[in-house]
């Protein structure tokens, strides 16, 4: 019995040590954007005026941890017209999915 007690108050500094640690920042704490493309065309995706990826028609493509805050969001057909165009504000942890639909 006293081996037992002696035992559970060594592990006790263990586990004030290790408890706030599960209280931290959440798995995923980046802002992703995953793009998918619903419409015939191939398009060019700009986040904030910087080229992100193409994304071809039919398919989805992401974007890991562009931050939260606020976003621009431009879908550019292959003749550099500006096919759709989204002011997004992401809050930590959030992703976004932006569904392009028309060209």
Same mark, same amino acid.
């Given at each position: 019995?006293?081996?037992? &007690?002696?035992?559970? $108050? /060594?592990?006790?500094?263990?586990?004030?040590?290790?408890?706030?640690? #599960?209280?931290?920042?959440?798995? *995923?704490?980046? #802002? !992703? @954007? %995953? %793009?998918?493309?619903?419409? /015939? #065309? *191939?398009? =060019?995706? $700009? %986040?904030?005026? &910087?080229?992100? $990826? /193409? %994304?071809?028609?039919?398919?989805?493509? +992401?974007?890991? !941890?562009?931050?939260?805050? &606020?976003?621009?969001?431009?879908? @550019? !057909?292959?003749?550099?017209?500006?096919?759709? &165009?989204?002011?997004?504000?992401?809050? /930590?942890?959030?992703? $976004?999915?932006? +569904?392009? !639909? =028309? #060209?």
């Amino acid at each position: 019995m006293r081996a037992r &007690r002696r035992t559970l $108050f /060594a592990l006790l500094p263990l586990l004030a040590l290790a408890l706030p640690a #599960c209280r931290g920042e959440p798995v *995923d704490s980046q #802002c !992703d @954007l %995953v %793009v998918v493309n619903q419409t /015939a #065309c *191939d398009l =060019r995706t $700009f %986040v904030d005026g &910087r080229e992100a $990826f /193409a %994304v071809l028609s039919g398919s989805n493509r +992401t974007l890991a !941890d562009i931050g939260p805050g &606020r976003h621009v969001l431009e879908a @550019l !057909d292959l003749r550099g017209s500006v096919a759709q &165009r989204r002011t997004i504000e992401l809050t /930590a942890s959030e992703d $976004f999915y932006w +569904t392009l !639909d =028309r #060209c």
